[in-house]
């Protein structure tokens, strides 16, 4: 039976890590974006006031990189929870 401890400090953990780089790379992407476009990034992309290549850009530039934090985030607590634990959290232990 899987350590519900464990699972519970690690689905806390995880969560608390992925919300943290979440916000983190929302705030550099609006900054990078006003860097780069000179005007706030659209926020409702879609809203028929902002241009469909503007909405899209946006929205891939915005879910790769929000996803790809949030996955470092939670590879970089799960290296954590190895060297704390000794093992890997219930929910990434391979069968």
């Given at each position: 039976?899987?350590?519900?401890?464990?699972?519970?400090?690690?689905?806390?953990?995880?969560?608390?890590?992925?919300?943290?780089?979440?916000?983190?790379?929302?705030?550099?992407?609006?900054?990078?974006w006003k860097a780069a476009?000179?005007?706030?990034?659209?926020?409702?992309?879609?809203?028929?006031?902002v241009q469909m290549a503007?909405?899209?850009?946006?929205?891939?530039?915005?879910?790769?990189?929000?996803?790809?934090?949030?996955?470092?985030?939670?590879?970089?607590?799960?290296?954590?929870?190895?060297?704390?634990?000794?093992?890997?959290?219930?929910?990434?232990?391979?069968?």
């Open positions: 039976m899987a350590d519900s401890g464990g699972s519970k400090l690690w689905t806390v953990f995880s969560l608390v890590s992925a919300l943290g780089a979440a916000a983190l790379a929302k705030k550099a992407l609006d900054t990078g476009t000179g005007k706030h990034p659209p926020a409702n992309p879609a809203d028929p006031d503007e909405a899209v850009a946006w929205a891939v530039v915005s879910g790769t990189f929000i996803a790809l934090a949030r996955m470092l985030a939670q590879r970089r607590a799960a290296n954590y929870f190895l060297k704390s634990a000794g093992h890997l959290p219930p929910q990434l232990q391979k069968d």
